[in-house]
């Protein structure tokens, strides 16, 4: 990682102007009608820029993303407020009727990660077995643990494989570097979706149905937003984030206090970030049932888009991209599982004729967890977001358990 003493700009107001020119620059050129950006966003996507350039700022020196606190921040206010404002417009129906595909295509990811750890260590073994002798299949619990629910069950695996620090800390980085790869790859994958929603052969009438109906909405209610309607929003977006952190605090302490028989932990259901997520969806959900939806109209998922890019640009700084030339082997181990949970996906998204959609958001709901998941589910509809969220929800409550299965595979397979 950068040393912070030697990064260029270490003030963290500095680091925000930067990333909001990188932003402003972005959908500038996004919005050129002619020229070089035309051409250049015709095959590029513009989330993509959003993701990397930060991610190369932060690579040669210009910035730290490691000890930046904007992280953490858009993660706490700027995530759960992003998803009040893309709840309040949704149409529950149309989600539900998205059918069962979208929970099998979760449920593939979670099995394409459980098989790529053991193919990707039987196959190291095979390359270089050097890479995977000693204990590196405990390092590998814990992407295991991160990959199926999020960072609550990565620590548990820690904990119950007794991985040393060090190689905690070596799987971390391919932790970060391959989910990140992977993440840009669903996102340019994205921008291409009818072409490969026709190679799939998918049905997705259910998901154009939706994006049909928020379309439609929007033409009903769209009219030019007053500073009311904008202090409405905001006062929606960001309060009901201040209430899930309000609720979240005591009902985490009060979890904390129960018996450790109870083994509620293994649910993530002791980590805070869990229930803010919770507490903004459902509100978020709740408020779609309301007058409120009618802000809509005036932009409320365009600032909730707004608060999304700026939490996509912080994920973005997190990823040194120098670290690919340290541990390159163990980064082949990483590439080579991800690519068994790619195909997997791939296969099955193929052979049931699901949608791009699902196979994108299931897989982000897995590896990424609800800080990523509704960022890939935006990119093909912001309507779609909330699907993400549900989706990762499940990925918590599924992390202990399925990254302790592949753990005694791999310590069997180890010994």
Known sequence: MTNPAHALINNDA??????AAILGFVFWGASREQGFWKKFYAVIPAILPCYLLPAIANSIGVIDGASSGLYPMARDYLLPASLVLFCLAMDIGAIIRLGPKALVMFFTGTVGVMLGAWVAFAAMGVIHPETVAGETWRGMTTIAGSWIGGGANQAAMKEVFAVPSTLFGQFAAVDVIVAYLWMATLLFMASRAEAIDRWLGADNRAVEDLKQRMASFHAQHTRIASTTDVMLIFAIGIGV???????????????????????????????????IVIFATTFGVLLSLTRARKLEGAGASKIGTVFLYVLIATIGMQMDLAQLADKPLLLLLGLIWISVHAGLMLLVAKLIRAPLFFMAVGSQANIGGAASAPVVASAFHPALAPVGVLLSVLGYALGTYGAYLTGIVLRAMAT
Do not use: M, N
């Not at 500095?14 to 990333?19: M, N, S």
């Not at 209430?243 to 979240?248: E, Y």
């Open 14 to 19: 500095v680091v925000l102007g930067l990333l």
């Open 241 to 275: 984030t201040g209430l899930s952190h309000f609720l979240a605090e005591p009902l985490v302490a009060w979890i904390k206090s129960l018996p450790a028989t109870w083994r509620l932990q293994d649910y993530s259901l002791d980590s805070r970030f869990f229930w």
